[in-house]
């Protein structure tokens, strides 16, 4: 089956400062989604990002489907971005949203 | 407009009892999915259903676990004879029904409910 790393594992920033998230995948994907879940467990949706870039306010993220990556960027951290964050994809085709998740990306952001 | 709703958010369990974890979807979503996350790893699909209708359960154990989403009512996770191994947080997911490829369509997440077995 599909295989999804995502690095760095853990991550630990200063307030303030930008970091990259990486999801690598080893198929072709019909679909891409990036989470956060927050330190008491809520898994809240980031974006839906199959191909091409976006943003949201101090979050973006890019996926480039035909080289099997996404990146997410978080500029000016806050202490509230701690948490995890996980890459998920779709590799079936119509009607099947069986995603597959990474095994996330641990962010500590320190005051 | 509320979301996907689980409850309970907590359940406390001996070796042996049953378990119960319930999900309503978000209103207009007709598709649920459980996930399961075990400590300090990331979520592992378990079943797709419709209503009525089991679609997808490859990730569900052979044993003891089983799901159902009823024609009236919230989508139903049960597991019989529960095991310390069954300690973890249970996600559920909801989605429309996509009629086309590489539509817009994102899983939107409950609050998990998690099981501690004692």
């Known amino acids: 089956g599909i295989q999804v790393e995502q690095s760095p594992p853990d991550l630990i920033l200063q307030e303030g400062a930008n970091s990259t998230l990486r999801c690598n995948f080893s198929d072709s994907v019909n679909n891409l989604q990036w989470f956060h879940q927050n330190p008491w467990g809520q898994l809240i949706n980031l974006f839906y990002i199959p191909s091409g870039t976006k943003q949201n306010g101090r979050l973006s993220a890019t996926t480039v489907a035909t080289e099997r990556y996404s990146l997410l960027y978080i500029s000016s951290s806050q202490t509230t971005d701690s948490g995890v964050y996980f890459c998920a994809v779709d590799p079936g085709f119509v009607g099947t949203y069986k995603y597959i998740f990474g095994t996330g990306t641990r962010l500590k952001v320190l005051a | 407009n509320a979301g996907v709703m689980q409850n309970p958010r907590h359940l406390v369990r001996r070796r042996g009892q049953e378990a119960r974890l319930r999900c309503s979807p978000m209103?207009?979503?007709?598709?649920v999915y459980w996930y399961r996350q075990l400590p300090e790893e990331g979520l592992k699909f378990m079943v797709y259903?419709?209503?009525?209708?089991?679609?997808?359960e490859s990730g569900m154990p052979k044993e003891r676990f089983s799901a159902e989403f009823p024609k009236e009512g919230p989508s139903i996770l049960r597991i019989q004879q529960v095991v310390r191994g069954d300690s973890a947080a249970y996600f559920c997911?909801?989605?429309?029904?996509?009629?086309?490829?590489?539509?817009?369509?994102?899983?939107?997440f409950g609050s998990g409910t998690q099981l501690s077995v004692l």
């Open positions: 997911a909801s989605s429309p029904r996509s009629t086309g490829t590489r539509t817009n369509e994102k899983l939107f």
């Open positions: 259903l419709q209503k009525e209708n089991i679609i997808d």
């Open positions: 209103k207009g979503h007709s598709h």
